[in-house]
């Protein structure tokens, strides 16, 4: 399979792309597509946006998206994101040379902690059974007894001790997709296959959304669930819909660059604000009348000691560092709303012009949180920045 490589907002030109119109049909959200034209010295001309992974196109041809940051980066981000970071199995990940290297080898990380488990025994939950037959088990349902006397079967209620539980049913559905979207390749593939064969009987294979990974509570029954579960969540949040092409199913991989920015930030600072301030992810504020305007602001940082909204930060992930009048015009509602003096938009970058001014009595500053270099020493300097409003 020969597969295109293309980074991040970056123009690749290919003489020879025979699923070109498939590319500009199906993903024209990820890349911008050109046909061949004199204007592109006729050859096509792609540009991708904000998106890494890659896109299976046909069983001869796919591309694939590389990120602008560094690989390491990217990795160090997703650690974040997906409050992987205390979990040490990922070790050795960053070595990947490819982002689709990288994707495989989370994949497997997460087979092997399913087999694992299953060698182990999975987590079990005592679940309500109702059962009706000549032999009583557990509890007789005397209410139906009453009303079904001529009736030779009898009610029972009973418990049983199921694996057949959510908890399971996201480990196998997630490998399920794995195995579908093409991430691994043999033998990683064997490995995810492995896994998907020691779960599947005790599991019932049920669509699952990538929410119902999150918010879950976790015992010393299930705590090494946990981990599992982030991965999961990571997979199922990034493989797309499918496109059939014959007898072929072929499913995108793909992250959001901006969704994981702006969740890279809010996770960094949960670990790093210090205490005496608190972070709000996505707070829905409503105006007008029936509440019919809604906005969703991306964080809103509050000072616990003042007892009100110390600023509000947008993230921006875009191809340049120069704020549009939309962006301030936005956050300075923000900040109006919030009842608060600061407003930051945030870029990936620290390169950007400079904006610190003032509309009104609220302070409009655009910062920057660098991901091409130490991640950790950007936003430390951001964070700095930020809390000296300075």
Known sequence: MK???????????????????????????????EFPSPKTDGKWKLTPHGWVGFLPLSKEEGIQLRPKVPLANLFQMLEYAYQLKSFHFLDGSVQSETVRQLFERLAVHLATLVS?????????????????????????????????????????????????????????????????????????????????????????LTPISASACTGRIYNRLNQDYKPMHALCRFFLENIGAHHTRGDRTMIPFIVNMAQLFESFVAEWLKVHLPGNYELKTQENVKLGQGEAVRFAIDLVIYDRELDRVKCVVDTKYKNTGTPESADVSQ????????????????????????????????RVRRLGFDLSGNLEESGKRFLNTLLAGG
Not at 178 to 195: D, F, H, T
């Open 331 to 362: 956050i300075v509602i923000y900040a109006l709303m919030k009842d608060c003096k600061e407003a930051v938009l945030l870029y990936p970058t620290e390169d950007v012009d400079p904006l610190d001014e003032y509309i009104g009595d609220i």
């Open 3 to 33: 597969w295109y490589s293309l980074t991040e907002y970056k123009p690749g030109y290919f003489t020879t792309l025979a699923a070109g119109e498939k590319v500009w049909r199906h993903y024209a959200d990820q890349i911008l597509v």
């Open 116 to 204: 694992t488990r299953t060698r182990k025994g999975l987590y079990r939950k005592y679940m309500d059974q109702i059962d009706e037959g000549p032999f009583l088990r557990g509890k007789m349902d005397v209410q139906h007894r009453i009303r079904n006397a001529w009736n030779v079967n009898i009610r029972s209620e009973y418990q049983e001790h199921e694996a057949d539980i959510e908890d399971n049913r996201i480990l196998l559905w997630t490998l399920y997709k794995i195995m579908q979207s093409g991430i691994c390749r043999e033998p990683s593939l064997l490995v995810v296959r492995r896994a998907y064969r020691g779960l599947k009987d005790a599991a019932s």
